[in-house]
């Protein structure tokens, strides 16, 4: 069995700058050495340190990862705490949800407090993602196949009072740039988002607006040198864009022993909350 110093050696010796608390998590597995031994081994080669534990931390929970899955950023919790401070949704839509990390933080959180039941719906068009999804929505929601608001069920057209959407928003040339466990172990498809980061962005833009109830919200997130290109993509479809760059306080969750960056070492993507008009 590898002790705590050898696997803290490995990990720094790869490179790995949360060595110690990575070895931690490793060693918390509490499984056999083998596992032990291959689970360091697959981290010091670049692996995730998500993908090699099987789970990612998010917004105080834990949600499975399969390989070849995005796995969500703990900066991305900042949109989970603006949607909050809407108002309350009764039908919501995590739109490329990836592992439904997202829309399955928001409806716990909205679950421990009062109000009527939430309806949630995640969708994403890669199988792979949609599985991982299931097995983290049970009992939160339903998991569906398919591009972006395609996916859904026409039932919910006009119905959807919030849309979550981190979409794919990395300029094509950057994906290059990435580090090696993005650009490497993650679908290129979660990542790329064409010439200019947009190219989803305005495709889900042209589809929100039949989707979204009146005075209904679509949150997401890009990079800050593109929130004036994509401001402008959300108010082409008719919709109000407000952007939101300070962090937002208090967090609904308590710090955990989550893998990744602690939440506040990156203040995290500007968010942009865009609204659909109400009727006179």
């Known amino acids: 069995m590898l002790t705590r110093g050898e696997v803290v050696a490995r990990l720094r010796a790869a490179g790995c700058v949360l060595a110690e608390r990575e070895a931690d998590l490793l060693l918390a597995e509490g499984r056999d050495p083998r596992w032990l031994a291959d ?106 196949a398919g591009d972006l608001l395609d996916a859904l069920p026409a039932r919910l057209r006009g119905r959807v009072d919030l849309l979550l959407a981190v979409v794919p928003y990395v300029p094509r040339g950057a994906v290059a740039l990435l580090p090696p466990e993005f650009r490497d172990h993650e679908p290129r498809r979660a990542l790329d988002g064409g010439p200019d980061g947009l190219d989803v962005l305005r495709r889900l833009a042209a589809q929100a607006p039949s989707w979204l109830a009146p005075g209904a919200h679509l949150v997401t997130e890009v990079g800050a040198p593109q929130v004036p290109a ?11 864009v407000r952007v939101v760059t300070a962090p937002a306080a208090p967090d609904p969750w308590a710090p955990g022993d989550d893998p990744g960056d602690d939440p506040g070492d990156d203040p995290g993507e500007p968010v942009l909350v865009a609204t659909a008009p109400s009727p006179p």
């Open 39 to 144: 689970a360091v081994a697959a981290r010091a080669a670049g692996t995730p340190l998500e993908q090699v534990l099987g789970w990612a931390g998010f917004a105080g929970h834990r949600w499975r990862v399969r390989p070849g899955v995005f796995v969500p950023r703990r900066r991305s919790e900042r949109l989970v705490a603006v949607a909050l401070g809407l108002p309350r949704p009764a039908v919501v839509v995590d739109v490329c949800c990836g592992s439904g990390a997202l829309g399955g933080a928001l409806a716990r959180a909205l679950a421990a407090s009062p109000g009527p039941p939430l309806e949630l719906h995640a969708g994403d068009v890669d199988p792979v993602a949609v599985a991982c999804a299931r097995e983290n929505l049970s009992g939160l929601g339903d998991v569906h």
């Open 230 to 240: 994509a401001t402008a993509v959300l108010r082409g479809a008719g919709l109000a």
